[in-house]
């Protein structure tokens, strides 16, 4: 492991750049550094103006989400020591597809209309009162969704997944995934509403399968199986309809209840 | 005073950039090389469908269709794009079994059954009916 390693970070500064360029740090290694220790001592030692997000350091926050050597990955859980050869040069960028800010910043706005579009919370069939009691759920309830419900909203999905760059109207592999959320959940009753959002060309008709938004997840949720589930389930919705045409009356009954 | 439509660039209201995506995004890493090979084999997988109705259409012109169809087969063109097409539809297959898994969650007693169980009856069946065929087709030979 070498001693000190080179950090080539993009640096953006709205009044004074065009374009983004690279700055070059050379900062020590240490063997409990992740790629956040190293940018907050540049920022502490070096040059004050680096910006970038971090809150938690812990792996739960997800403001942190930047690109290592072209990967989407969370710098507080990505340790400097496994990118510490000899002469190795570690380019720190922001993350992908979003529009830059500052330095490492992304603009989230966009990312957090398309969340709010997914209605990401329970809607339940009827609004109960504390008197009612509470919603009892059984282990295996809890399992169909819990994977899901790990999300952080760290964007790394959104920086893996090349449709969001080439369709910026495609809502996303985290937003779908915790649709699926509260989907699967056997408290909600709010499908049908969020299906009729997402069985579209921008929601799970635009992912092509790509796979990635599942490999850089840092919290195993896997949006691409999620997404794919959702596809399979409106397909077979679209079919029953077209074969029970009578069930769209119920449909309709259940849409109407959950509005 | 009017507003301007779009909100200008001020100190407190940055100008963000907003990076383009290459025509070549797919060739900066192995990942999506992959996943546009995949996407491609697609149309290998179409020709090599075209070429089998080809060959029925052959069968039934007769013998002698038939025989001028395997002639045009032998050109090295048809040989290249055959050997080529082969690559392809394993590759297509392989993939696409992989990937079963992530879109179907089966449960067996309230528990998930894993991930290679899922993907292995496909192979298991693509097995079996590649020596079904091969059987018919030696058998006949």
Redesign the interface.
């Known amino acids: 492991m070498a001693d000190t390693i080179i950090l080539e970070i993009a640096r ?1 500064s ?2 004074r ?1 065009a ?2 360029g690279f700055q070059r740090f050379e900062v020590p290694v240490h063997k409990e550094w992740v790629i956040l220790d190293a940018l907050n001592h540049v920022k502490d030692k070096i040059d004050g103006s680096l910006t970038y997000r971090w809150s938690c350091r812990m792996g739960i926050c997800g403001s942190c989400g930047i690109m290592v050597n ?1 990967e989407p990955k969370l710098s507080c859980a990505t340790f400097l020591s496994s990118y510490a050869h000899n002469g190795n040069v570690v380019r720190v960028e922001p993350l ?2 979003f ?4 330095d490492l910043v992304t ?1 989230l706005s966009d990312f957090l209309g398309k969340l709010k579009k997914v209605k990401p919370w329970l809607i339940p069939k009827e609004e109960l009162s504390l008197s009612d009691g509470e919603f009892l759920q059984t282990p ?1 309830q809890l ?1 169909d969704y819990k994977q899901f419900s790990m999300c952080i909203n760290c964007t790394l999905c959104y920086a893996a997944c ?1 449709v969001v ?2 369709d910026p109207k495609f809502v996303g592999p985290a937003a779908i995934a915790l649709a699926q959320r509260y989907n699967k959940d056997s408290r909600d009753r709010g499908t049908q509403e969020r299906t009729a959002i997402l069985a579209h060309p921008d929601g799970i008709w635009g992912c ?5 938004c ?2 850089v997840c840092p919290k195993h949720v ?1 949006p ?2 999620a997404i ?2 959702y ?2 389930k409106a397909a077979l919705d679209w079919v029953k309809g077209l074969l029970m045409p009578w069930g769209d009356k119920k449909r309709e009954e259940d849409r109407n209840a959950a509005a | 005073m009017q507003q301007p439509k779009s909100p200008l660039y001020t100190e407190y209201h940055p100008r963000w950039y907003r990076p383009r995506v290459s025509v070549y995004w797919w060739l900066g890493q192995s990942q999506y090389l992959k996943f546009i090979l995949r996407e491609l084999s697609s149309v290998f997988v179409a020709i090599a469908v075209v070429m089998t109705l080809l060959q029925l259409r052959a069968l039934r012109g007769g013998p002698e269709a038939y025989a001028r169809f395997q002639h045009q087969l032998q050109t090295p063109l048809v040989i290249t794009v055959s050997v080529i097409s082969l690559f392809f539809v394993v590759f297509h297959t392989i993939t696409w079994f992989n990937l079963t898994p992530r879109a179907m969650t089966v449960r067996l007693r309230g528990k998930r059954i894993p991930e290679w169980l899922i993907a292995a009856p496909n192979y298991a069946a693509w097995v079996v009916v590649s020596g079904a065929v091969s059987w018919l087709v030696l058998r006949w030979h």
């Not at chain 1, 529009?99 to 500052?102: D, E, K, N």
């Not at chain 1, 092509?208 to 990635?212: A, L």
């Open positions: 953006y709205p009044e750049d374009e983004p072209g992908r597809y529009p830059i800010v500052r603009e295996e399992e090349p760059g080439l092509t399968f790509v796979g990635e599942t490999r896997d691409a199986g794919q589930q596809k399979i």
